[in-house]
């Protein structure tokens, strides 16, 4: 899987439309991810709306990004009727983690945007999106085409001084 080794945070997009048959297999990738007692939390909305990307763009200061993206997906988790509530954060983040290679595997750039449990800026951007109240928002994730034709490269970030084997 040599994609895992080329995902970077792209944060400088052309302007191009991402083909809806891509959003589809991000998507799909996303729904792949494992989940705790096959809970499955997640609900995702995409946005496209040049105006509306601009407008969020200033709810929360690390939404800032969403000026430069021609896509972003919200993620978000159903707050009740979970089969294991304590492990939605890795449902969810391991769901973002597909979009986000997923996407770079169809050469789009991305970046990951936090927000939960920051109850601040999750506020700021429920109340921003009309949420409804039986879903969280998890994060946010834009998409597109980097600027740089080299933006998917790669980095060499290991380190054997943090493997362990046996005992520490």
């Not at 690390?62 to 304590?86: C, D, G, S, Y």
Request: aromatic share 10%; with cysteine.
């Amino acid at each position: 899987m040599s994609v895992i080794f080329k995902r970077r945070s792209v944060r400088n997009y052309l302007p191009d439309p991402i083909e809806k048959e891509k959003i589809d297999k991000i998507l799909r990738a996303a729904m792949q991810a494992p989940s705790a007692r096959n809970q499955k939390p997640w609900r995702f909305l995409v946005i496209q709306d040049r105006e509306e990307l601009d407008r969020l763009s200033e709810v929360a200061p690390n939404l800032r990004l969403l000026k430069e993206a021609p896509v972003a997906i919200f993620t978000f988790f159903k707050k009740e009727n979970l089969a294991a509530p304590l492990f939605v954060q890795q449902d969810l983040s391991v769901a973002t983690m597909n979009i986000l290679l997923q996407a770079t595997e169809l050469g789009i750039g991305n970046c990951w945007l936090g927000l939960y449990p920051n109850t601040e800026r999750t506020s700021l951007v429920n109340n921003a999106l009309g949420t409804p109240e039986d879903l969280e928002v998890f994060s946010a994730i834009t998409l597109g085409y980097p600027k740089d034709p080299d933006a998917l490269h790669f980095v060499n970030r290991y380190e054997p001084e943090k493997v362990y084997y046996e005992k520490f």
